[in-house]
């Protein structure tokens, strides 16, 4: 026979920013980061990007990752090791 389910109050899933664990910023990055901005890397990728992207709202969609940000997601992906977008900790280069 079945039991009647009793309601009961689900837990929160919201988490503050605030309690989030935060770790030092690598100097590897941070000197990275400040090659790039004396290179002007931003700007040249995004010249370089624009003729590609759909810069028109009304034709829907979201919109795409700004160009510089993306490859400095590549960036971080190769030199962290890691496979995919999605990794799961398994390495390309064995």
């Known amino acids: 026979m079945f ?3 009793t309601a009961q109050e689900a837990p929160t899933l919201w988490i503050a920013t605030s309690d989030l664990p935060t770790t030092p910023a690598t100097g590897f990055y941070q000197r990275l980061e400040g090659v790039l901005h004396e290179q002007q890397f931003a700007d ?3 010249r370089l990007c624009a003729p590609h992207y759909e810069m028109d709202a009304r034709k829907g969609g979201q919109p795409g990752i ?4 993306y490859f400095k ?3 971080v992906g190769f030199f962290e090791n890691l496979a995919s977008e999605r990794d799961d900790r398994r390495s ?3």
């Open 3 to 5: 039991r009647k389910k």
């Open 44 to 46: 040249h990728v995004r």
């Open 66 to 69: 700004d160009p510089a940000v």
């Open 73 to 75: 997601m590549l960036l």
């Open 92 to 94: 390309v280069r064995g």
